[in-house]
């Protein structure tokens, strides 16, 4: 075994392509889009050594064209799962006991492999089956990966070099990090590839073996992570990649006495319904396990009378409509003084006129599909609740139509109801929800924006008046894990800006940061006496 303190090398963000017209960045992509779309690709299960095929096949299509087909992947049922965790228990061992830098080398070998070879094809893989535009797809799938795998490299390493800071005469303090006992579970969502492999890569980098089980709509670029993640040297067994769905999943996972964490994004419902069952089967498990989620959010822009209009409007236009709404950062409700407002609207309705709705593959176009036909169904309910509701108008989008994808027009409302619903619920579509208030009622309205939403994830304040920014930023303190100052409340960055939030929007372990890292170790302590005492007699027993 190599002996040495090893110095990893310095992660910094990776640079993000721009794809324009004419540059070689754009010309592989689409020809790697056209690469994926002509042929149909059989996915199987990875448990342990094994591809595992049931012949039970589901088909996998781009949202924004669901007749043509992908591919098929195989879904699994309960002994799949169990499967799983044999496998990553069988595994546990020996890859615990891997010296950290050689763990370390493999998560590094996926960045480059991500940032070189494979960029092309995560990106068209999310681009199909995400229905991301080639920027979205760029900042998440490539560049969002690669800065978690290389930074949480960073991290471990920084980690493991935090020891006591005094041992004293004849003693010597050490500090072990341990894996958790048992296998961790990862459960990803469809809307960030980047999230699909944090997830379980974080809780494997610290020495854990995971059960990975992705969102049904996130496999096709989940199966190029698979296939990354193999190139790179992850053992067998030490991520465990099933398709079942979440119930079957939780049947078996949730009473195994050996599970030891579950990593999460997804919606509050589900987290909540996790912790409870984690909490009715405590009694089972070797060990209290870790419990770690990113859930929901309804997040907010606030502006200030003496905002700049036009940087308002596109901080909406932006953090509302990118990816279609689909992120648990995005904009969804916002609150704009009286004396802004017409500004705002007429930047917002030009921005909104020019854009453009469509497939993936043109790159013209900004917009695309949500996800899936219950996502659209629900959103354009909401949207339909909101053309029949005195004091709501519709006054930019509010159109549908899923005969060729999942399409819904970017829509804002506007309410003379601050409470209104689509204020207060997430949705987790292209829908921005405006009240504009009156510009000298500013403080009113911070209290109003901290306790209109249970969640508690990202909020923006603009303001060119740095009193107001000040009492905003302690307002609303507890109102978001991730406050942003004169920008949209999306696009966080590993290393800079971790994220996470509170309340109802999970456990704030910020993603990015050394926080999350140490939720999946165990430390222990070692004190080690070099020369022992022989007498169990203490000084002040003597006489005087």
Request: proline share 6%; charged share 20%; with cysteine.
């Amino acid at each position: 075994m190599l002996k040495g303190f090893f110095n990893v090398p310095t992660p910094v963000n990776e640079p993000v392509k721009s794809y324009a017209p004419g540059s070689p960045e754009r010309k592989e992509l689409q020809a790697m889009l056209v690469e994926l779309r002509s042929k149909q690709i059989d996915v199987p299960m990875y448990i342990g050594n094994e591809e595992v095929r049931t012949g039970n096949t589901r088909p996998m299509s781009p949202p924004h064209d669901h007749q043509h087909i992908l591919g098929h992947f195989h879904e699994g049922d309960a002994s799949h799962v169990e499967q799983a965790i044999n496998a990553a228990l069988g595994a546990k061992e020996a890859w615990e006991s891997l010296a950290w830098e050689q763990r370390a080398a493999i998560f590094l070998k996926a960045a480059d492999l991500i940032s070189g070879p494979y960029r092309a094809k995560i990106n068209a893989a999310t681009m199909l089956g995400q229905s991301k535009n080639a920027m979205q797809a760029e900042i998440d799938a490539a560049c969002e990966f690669i800065d978690f795998l290389r930074f949480n490299v960073k991290y471990m390493c920084e980690i493991y070099a935090q020891q006591p800071p005094v041992s004293g005469n004849g003693v010597w303090n050490r500090l072990e990090q341990r894996p958790l006992e048992g296998f961790v579970f990862a459960l990803t969502p469809f809307n960030f590839t980047a999230i699909a492999g944090n997830l379980p890569t974080s809780a494997a980098m610290m020495g854990n073996t995971v059960v990975w089980k992705p969102a049904y709509t996130q496999i096709y670029s989940a199966q190029v992570l698979m296939e990354i993640f193999k190139e790179a040297g992850v053992p067998d067994g030490v991520i465990n990649l099933v398709y079942v769905d979440g119930p079957t999943a939780g049947e078996v996972i949730f009473k195994h006495p050996d599970f030891s964490g579950i990593h999460f994004t997804g919606s509050t419902g589900v987290f909540q319904h996790i912790w409870k069952t984690v909490g009715e089967n405590i009694k089972r498990y070797k060990s209290y396990p870790r419990i770690v989620g990113e859930t929901g959010g309804k997040d907010f822009v606030l502006a200030h009378k003496s905002a700049d209009a036009k940087a308002v409007a596109v901080g909406l236009v932006r953090g509302a409509f990118e990816y279609q709404g689909q992120k648990c950062s995005a904009a969804s409700r916002a609150y704009i003084p009286s004396n802004l407002w017409e500004d705002v609207k007429k930047y917002m309705l030009e921005d909104l006129a020019s854009m453009k709705m469509g497939g993936t593959e043109d790159f013209t176009n900004f917009i695309n599909a949500v996800i899936d036909e219950k996502s659209f169904d629900k959103i354009a309910k909401y949207i339909e609740n909101a053309k029949s509701t005195p004091g709501v108008e519709i006054i930019a989008g509010g159109n549908y139509n899923k005969s060729k994808g999942y399409f819904i027009e970017p829509t804002v409302i506007l309410t003379q109801d601050p409470m209104y619903t689509t204020m207060c619920e997430e949705i987790f579509g292209p829908v921005l929800t405006i009240y504009v208030y009156h510009e000298e009622h500013f403080e009113t309205v911070l209290d109003l924006v901290d306790q209109t939403s249970p969640y508690a994830l990202t909020g923006a304040v603009f303001s060119q008046d740095r009193y107001a920014i000040e009492l905003a930023t302690q307002k609303l303190r507890n109102a978001a894990g991730n406050f942003y100052i004169n920008d949209k409340p999306t696009g966080a960055v590993v290393g800079q800006q971790p994220f996470g939030g509170a309340r109802a929007s999970g456990t704030n372990d910020k993603a990015g940061s050394m926080i999350n890292l140490l939720r999946w170790v165990s430390p222990r302590t070692i004190k080690e006496t070099f020369v022992s005492p022989k007498d169990y007699r203490y000084p002040f027993l003597g006489k005087d």
